[in-house]
């Protein structure tokens, strides 16, 4: 009788699905002989069968048995063949349900094998290079891409002090010096926190520049505004000059204040300034041209309130005036007065009063800015003994030269701390 024939592959080692091909079998004569017993009539299958199942076989297989027949019945001869067909019906079932089961067999040969781990091997590399890829580009961002906090704090220092500088040049263009100023410090703050590096040198030596540039431009314009503020000034006042509310007093000291803007626009409190009145010759000149007006109606009124011989005071006293000797000018309005009883010397007094009282004011205002200069961080020795000399001198010239008890006494109490 012919075997069922059965081939086994391996992969890797173990064993794997079996396909039975086919199976064949034929009674031969000696084993149609009949039996000597019952149980040598049951058909041998093959050890090495196997059916695709993911188990070992047994090492026996039972023989099948058509149901619904009893052998018992039949002759010896008939019953083996019987059994010989239920052998072969069995293995054509198994071989059946072995090819038609849920799953199709799978049989992976060397060659299937060795692509499938070479896949495995290509895509653990490409994974590997993706990895290396990704350390690369991390490791390049954190060389050359990635900011330096020193310099980013800088360059962030550095935009800050460019808005402050921006908008003190905003202020400028609209004649605010004061803000400027403001923003101006407030720029130099911000740079003061620009570190020293390669990569900010030029920028940061820029800025510098332009932060020293544009200090001189607010001092000019600050020194602008402050003339066209006393020039807007003295012009309201000359606009009431012919004014019933306007006291002679007033008027006197209007001539007093024209006379000191004429010999310095930017700060007359100061005293005379030769170059600022050169800088501003034409506001000085609009000024200049109404002191006539002024000094016309100072006459006006003292024609109206005096005799000839208050006129004939006062015009000896303007010169006394103009050269700071007022002690000598109240003399010669007392003198006046006790001679001419009748005349009215009031509004000469009080013009002598008014100027001594504007010119000290001056003196005030000259010694503390020079007590400024000398005490600033940049005076030099030399400097300070200049600016001390100037005080002296001036106060000297109070003390010597105004007559008047009251402003000479405040001159000796100046002095001493000079």
């Not at 004939?312 to 009883?341: H, M």
């Not at 009063?353 to 003196?363: G, K, L, M």
């Not at 005080?391 to 001493?416: C, F, M, P, Q, S």
């Amino acid at each position: 009788m012919a075997r069922p024939t059965n081939r086994t592959t391996r992969v890797q080692g173990k064993p794997t699905s079996t396909v039975v091909e086919s199976i064949s079998i034929e009674p031969t004569e000696q084993e149609a002989a009949p039996p000597a017993s019952r149980s040598s009539s049951r058909v041998p299958t093959s050890r090495s069968s196997r059916v695709r199942s993911g188990k070992a076989p047994s090492t026996a297989q039972a023989p099948a048995v058509v149901e619904g027949e009893d052998d018992g019945d039949l002759p010896v001869g008939s019953r083996t063949s019987a059994r010989l067909a239920t052998g072969r019906h069995s293995s054509r079932r198994l071989a059946t349900k072995s090819i038609t089961s849920g799953r199709s067999p799978v049989i992976e040969t060397a060659e299937k094998a060795a692509e499938r781990r070479g896949a495995v091997r290509s895509g653990l590399f490409i994974l590997a290079g993706f990895i290396g890829l990704a350390v690369i580009v991390g490791l390049l961002y954190t060389l050359f891409l990635k900011d330096d906090p020193v310099e980013s704090k800088g360059r962030s220092s550095l935009a800050e002090a460019e808005r402050s500088l921006k908008t003190a040049q905003t202020h400028l263009e609209n004649r605010q010096p004061d803000a400027a100023r403001r923003e101006v410090a407030a720029a130099k703050a911000a740079f003061s926190g620009v570190p020293v590096l390669t990569q900010l040198a030029q920028r940061r030596s820029e800025m510098k520049r332009e932060l020293e540039a544009i200090l001189p431009k607010i001092e000019q314009v600050s020194r602008d505004v402050q003339v066209d503020t006393n020039k807007r000034l003295l012009q309201a006042r000359l606009a009431k000059l012919g004014s019933s509310d306007v006291s002679d007093g007033e008027v006197a000291r209007l001539e007093a204040d024209c006379q000191a803007f004429i010999r310095n626009p930017v700060d007359p409190t100061t005293g005379p300034d030769a170059e600022s009145a050169k800088m501003y010759g034409s506001s000085v000149m609009e000024i200049q041209s109404r002191t006539g007006t002024v000094q016309a109606e100072l006459r006006r009124r003292l024609d109206q309130a005096t005799t000839g011989q208050v006129r004939k005071v006062q015009g000896e006293i303007e010169p006394l005036v103009k050269q700071e000797r007022f002690g000598a000018a109240v003399e010669r309005i007392n003198a006046a007065t006790k001679q001419f009883p009748g005349a009215k010397f009031k509004e000469t007094q009080t013009y002598v009063e008014n100027a001594a009282e504007s010119a000290w004011n001056s003196v005030n205002s000259f010694v503390e800015l020079k007590t400024k200069d000398a005490r600033a961080p940049e005076a030099t020795p030399q400097g300070k003994e200049a600016n001390y000399q100037a005080i002296r001198e001036r106060l000297d010239t109070v003390i010597n030269t105004w007559g008047l008890e009251l402003y000479v006494n405040k001159a000796k109490e100046l002095r001493k701390e000079y």
